[in-house]
């Protein structure tokens, strides 16, 4: 059998935590700073962990992980 590919989009945005939940990075971060506030910024600098609805479609994109 051929091995399966990882989706390596998807291994650059996402890690999978020892109990098995995925972290992702929150979103909002890159442009635009002078308009968001400091309270905002420093909360988007936590990471936080993917929907549960959406968890069984990364780990598909993530098969070794």
Do not use: W
């Not at 890690?15 to 972290?23: C, S």
């Not at 700073?33 to 936080?48: G, H, I, V």
Request: with cysteine; charged share 40%.
């Amino acid at each position: 059998m051929p091995k399966m590919k990882t989706n390596r989009a998807a291994a650059k945005r996402f890690r999978v935590t020892g109990t098995g939940k995925i972290r992702r990075s929150k979103g909002g971060l890159n442009h635009c700073m002078q308009e968001k506030s400091k309270k905002r910024l420093r909360r988007l600098r936590k990471n936080d962990t993917v929907d549960t609805a959406m968890e069984g479609r990364v780990k598909l994109l993530l098969p070794y992980r």
